[in-house]
Each structure stands twice: as C-alpha cells, then as structure tokens.
C-alpha cells in the first residue's frame, strides 16, 4: 500500500494516509478515517471531512488537498 499524500492549501506537505491511518509528515498518528471523517487520536473528535480531493471542517472550511 502506497501513501497519499495530503497538502496545505499553499502546497506545504502537512499529512499522508496509509489505509484508514493519516499520520503527519514526521509520522506521528494523528487521525483515524471512517466514512469521510478523520477523527482525531487520542481523544475521538471528528475534525475534519472529505469531499472529492478536499479535506473540510465540519464549518466547512477547506483545509487540505489530496495530491492527485
């Protein structure tokens, strides 16, 4: 399985997702995937959404790009 890398909106690597994992790029854990959600670890949250290459907040906000 290759990772995929995830972008700032000004093209600073700032994650990559491995399966349901999204570690940052010094690859600590940092959320897990379910359903187009990313919740984050430890404590659960649901942070952030995926629609299309976009990676929301709940606001939604765009926060992130999946490279293509």
Sequence with gaps: MSARWIYTQDGQA???QE???V???????????DSGWWY?????QASYYVAD????TPNGKA??????
């Design 14 to 16: 700032a994650f990559y």
């Design 19 to 21: 399966g349901g994992s």
């Design 23 to 33: 570690y940052s790029v010094n690859g600590t854990y940092a959320y897990w995937v």
């Design 40 to 44: 984050r670890v430890p404590d659960g």
């Design 53 to 56: 290459t976009w990676v929301y």
């Design 63 to 68: 926060s992130f790009y999946y490279d293509s």
